[in-house]
């Protein structure tokens, strides 16, 4: 599954296209996602995206500044 910038970002619920946030309150261990919008994302699909995340924040050189 492909995510835009612009169905990711705060903003994204203005955007038909958005598939809901996901909350962290505890990095990589405690977290909730909120559907919301026309579409929402099955479990696999979650865990998919919090992998992608945590890749990013374990691998600072990947960060554009």
């Not at 405690?30 to 919008?37: H, M, P, Q, R």
């Not at 479990?43 to 995340?53: A, C, H, L, T, Y």
């Not at 374990?58 to 500044?65: A, C, L, R, T, V």
């Given at each position: 599954?492909?995510y835009?910038?612009?169905?990711?970002?705060?903003?994204?619920?203005?955007?038909?296209?958005?598939?809901?946030?996901?909350?962290?309150?505890?990095?990589d261990?405690?977290?909730?996602?909120?559907?919301?919008?026309?579409?929402?994302?099955n479990?696999?699909?979650?865990?998919?995206?919090?992998?992608?995340?945590t890749?990013?924040r374990?691998?600072?050189?990947?960060?554009?500044?």
């Open positions: 599954m492909m835009t910038e612009n169905m990711l970002s705060p903003s994204g619920k203005q955007d038909p296209r958005s598939i809901g946030y996901i909350t962290f309150e505890e990095p261990k405690v977290f909730s996602y909120t559907a919301d919008g026309r579409d929402e994302l479990s696999r699909d979650v865990q998919e995206i919090i992998e992608q995340i890749e990013y374990d691998s600072p050189q990947m960060w554009s500044i």
